[in-house]
């Protein structure tokens, strides 16, 4: 299940993890913004509200978060690196047009895949890449 903002603030003190202004604004905008947002993002919509912001702070804060288990890393590629706060059994379709990460529902633990029998499994992804209805209508 996703946590609300309130388990998540509790659940990192806690882990004693110290929560300022800033990295409860970052804990905040992940919360909101459930498009895999990468740091320059969450840095440039920020800066208005938090012109003391740095990115380094915004990495230091996502790394914390990754520590404590209330975010995941999604590499879809090399070069882009998104935050995902969404822990429920999910896919990804990436639109190749706005470049936009959607999220939507499968059971990845439900699929039935053959020849990894002896393979341990430590991390399931489901991509799809294509372009998002929003795009197809240009
Ligand atoms: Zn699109
Ligand atoms: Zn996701």
């Given at each position: 299940?996703?946590k609300?903002?309130?388990e ?13 202004h ?11 913004h ?6 320059d ?5 920020l800066?208005?509200e938090i ?36 822990f429920?059994n ?5 639109c ?20 990894l ?22």
């Open positions: 299940m996703n609300t903002f309130e998540l603030t509790n659940e990192l003190k806690n882990n004693g993890i110290r929560l300022s800033q990295r409860l604004k970052i804990l905040e905008y992940i919360n909101n459930r498009t895999h947002p990468t740091v993002e969450i840095y440039t919509d800066l208005d012109p003391t912001l740095s990115k380094t702070t915004i990495y230091n804060t996502l790394n914390t978060l990754i520590e404590t288990d209330l975010v995941k890393l999604l590499t879809i590629e090399e070069n882009e690196t998104h935050y995902d706060i969404n429920e999910h896919g990804h379709f990436k190749e047009s706005c470049k936009k990460i959607f999220d939507f529902d499968i059971d990845i633990d439900s699929l039935e895949i053959k020849g029998d002896d393979f341990k499994i430590k991390h399931k992804d489901i991509y799809f890449k294509g372009v998002c209805p929003e795009c197809s209508k240009k």
